[in-house]
T-cell receptor, first 118, second 110 residues
Framework: DAGITQSPRYKITETGRQVTLMCHQT?????MFWYRQDLGHGLRLIYY???????DKGEVPDGYVVSRSKTENFPLTLESATRSQTSVYFC?????????????????FGEGSRLTVL | QKEVEQDPGPLSVPEGAIVSLNCTYS??????FMWYRQYSRKGPELLMY????GNKEDGRFTAQVDKSSKYISLFIRDSQPSDSATYLC??????????FGAGTTVTVRA
């Protein structure tokens, strides 16, 4: 099925462990994003990627690493998890702007990965 | 101060009422304005999209943008229990990197 999928949906880990959240999209969208959602903060951008092998920091990148070797995959790694990284993580994708800049700006979100760091 | 401010609510209304949601922002470069709807334990999905100032209507939903006041609104007419969700405003200057509000949780009581 076409869409954007995240795995795992739920993860419990311990402080100091490495965790990788996976994101896969089937539309061949150029842009992909990782957000975290916390109560009172809404969605905050962690990292984004404009194309394969092109990534850039968002608003809250510290403690996270991303890679994008293939257009369809955009994994997010917490190298040494901390309790403050307990959150719901959303991956999103969108296509390139249209010729007249007519892209709707719509992001397509996955269903989220709920991470708890003990 | 956050770039986008949104009252988190929660907001509880009876079925059939008008729901009014709003956001204020500080970045005058924003020109793309969106409202996303997020059901419990799901990802957000685009509900309304407006470019620059003005109104946009889609069925029971109306989005308004007032750039002079840096204020955007979403109105839901004849609200239904199925409208119960969290509504997030989002805006962008460049149309690829969005700044989100904190989200307002709405419950429509049958």
């Amino acid at each position: 099925d076409a869409g954007i999928t995240q795995s795992p949906r739920y993860k419990i880990t311990e402080t100091g462990r490495q965790v990788t959240l996976m994101c896969h999209q089937t539309w061949s969208h150029s842009y992909m994003f990782w957000y975290r959602q916390d109560l009172g903060h809404g969605l905050r951008l962690i990292y984004y990627s404009a194309a394969a092998d092109i990534t850039d920091k968002g608003e809250v990148p510290d403690g996270y690493v991303v890679s994008r070797s293939k257009t369809e995959n955009f994994p997010l790694t917490l190298e040494s998890a901390t309790r403050s990284q307990t959150s719901v993580y959303f991956c999103a994708s969108r296509g390139q702007l249209g010729l007249a800049g007519g892209h709707t700006g719509e992001l397509f979100f996955g269903e989220g990965s709920r991470l708890t760091v003990l | 101060q956050k770039e986008v401010e949104q009252d988190p609510g929660p907001l509880s209304v009876p079925e059939g009422a008008i729901v009014s949601l709003n956001c204020t922002y500080s970045n005058s470069a924003f020109q793309y304005f969106m409202w996303y709807r997020q059901y419990s334990r799901k990802g957000p999905e685009l509900l309304m999209y407006t470019y620059s100032s003005g109104n946009k209507e889609d069925g029971r939903f109306t989005a308004q943008v007032d750039k002079s006041s840096k204020y955007i609104s979403l109105f839901i007419r004849d609200s239904q229990p199925s409208d119960s969700a969290t509504y997030l405003c989002a805006m962008s200057a460049s149309d690829y990197k969005l700044s989100f509000g904190a989200g307002t949780t709405v419950t429509v009581r049958a």
